[in-house]
């Protein structure tokens, strides 16, 4: 526990997913898959769907509820930091858009493009404001509406992902708990393995780019399974070892959700018993910067103060780390 200095505590949780359902079976009628196709190699059984709106709807919601559950006034709010990389728009940033739309009228925010990992980055990032003493009321929020950047013409790919957003509030905390230590990386030469090719300064958008389907996501499945597993058990291993944790005496596990199959092989790599690792993959599949905090929401009610958390992530970059944090309510 860090002693004598401010740490960024999460004071609150606060989640959204859409109420729209696209399960296993539902896939059935729209590509050549199987319900125990997906559940066996990928362990998702079902993902939600935004149908109406943009992906800062559901950010707002995240933030109205981080308000109330915190008794926070939205014109308290500081600063937000949003870990998306399907924003409403490629500019303004979906920060922006989301305080305009919930009144977060003495708030700055920006976006932060990590992919999978734009949450872990982005707590990160939001808990040095609090530690410098700068700010007193962060929110951090991972979003985003996969399903605006899915082929679903792709079997390979649309079965994975799902839409959905959730963030936490960080404030100060005078009792050490909160975010303790993170380890951050990346390596882009990953960066054709798990991909928007087009719309973007190197593909602007053009007819070919649309014909050629290249404004949705590519993904070289096998490559990043690999990367995933060994990088998020790596960076977890270490961070671990750094604080003199081990898994008997951590309490919480939060990986990322892309697979269940890469979930169990980094609690092997890791040696974590199942019942320390928060898992909601089979009702969301991969919502990638929303799939951690949604941990959080999901198992709320689980956490108490104190216990030992460490989450882990990886996604398109590469981009990955871990971070370690004690709960504090
Ligand atoms: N339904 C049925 N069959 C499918 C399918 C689907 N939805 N998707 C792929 N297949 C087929 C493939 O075409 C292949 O058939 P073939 O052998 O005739 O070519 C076969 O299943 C095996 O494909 P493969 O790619 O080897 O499957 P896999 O076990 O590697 O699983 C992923 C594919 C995508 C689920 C897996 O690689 C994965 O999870 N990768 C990481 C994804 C990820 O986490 N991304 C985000 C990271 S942040």
């Excluded at 976006?111 to 929110?139: M, R």
């Amino acid at each position: 526990m860090k002693a004598n200095k401010l740490t960024a505590a999460i004071t609150a949780v606060g989640g959204y997913v859409p109420p729209d359902v696209l399960s296993n079976k539902d896939l059935e009628s729209i590509i050549e898959t199987s319900d125990a196709w997906i559940t066996s190699r990928t362990g998702i059984q079902e993902r939600r769907i935004l149908k109406q709106g943009a992906s800062s709807d559901m950010g707002v919601a995240v933030l109205k509820e981080l308000c109330e559950k915190s008794g926070t006034s939205m014109l308290d709010i500081d600063l937000v930091i949003v870990g998306t990389i399907t924003p409403d728009y490629i500019f303004p940033s979906n920060a922006n858009v989301i305080c305009d739309k919930a009144g977060a009228k003495n708030a700055w925010g920006f976006d932060l493009g990590a992919a999978c990992s734009g949450f872990l980055y982005a707590l990160s990032v939001g808990s040095q404001f609090i530690e410098t003493g700068k700010y007193k009321k962060v929110a951090v929020i991972g979003m985003d509406k996969m399903s605006s950047i899915v082929d679903y013409q792709d079997r390979n790919t649309c079965v994975i992902f799902g839409d959905g957003a959730a963030g936490v509030l960080l404030e100060p905390n005078a009792e050490g708990f909160g975010v303790q230590d993170f380890d951050l990386y990346s390596d882009g030469k990953g960066r054709e393995l798990l991909y928007q090719p087009a719309g973007g300064s190197l593909m602007p958008p053009s007819e070919d780019t649309v014909k050629n389907r290249l404004h949705y996501l590519k993904q070289d499945g096998k490559t990043v399974f690999k990367h995933a597993v060994t990088n998020m058990g790596d960076a977890t291993i270490k961070l671990m070892q750094k604080h003199n944790l081990s898994a008997e005496t951590l309490d919480w596990f939060v990986p990322h959700q892309a697979n269940m199959r890469i979930i169990d092989a980094v609690a092997d790599y890791a040696n974590f018993p199942k019942e320390k690792i928060m898992i909601n993959i089979a009702r969301y599949g991969n919502t990638t910067a929303a799939t951690l905090p949604l941990c959080f929401w999901d198992y709320e009610n689980q956490l108490k103060k104190g216990d030992k958390v460490v989450l882990a992530a990886f996604g398109g970059g590469f981009t990955w780390g871990a971070v370690y944090l004690t709960w504090a309510y």
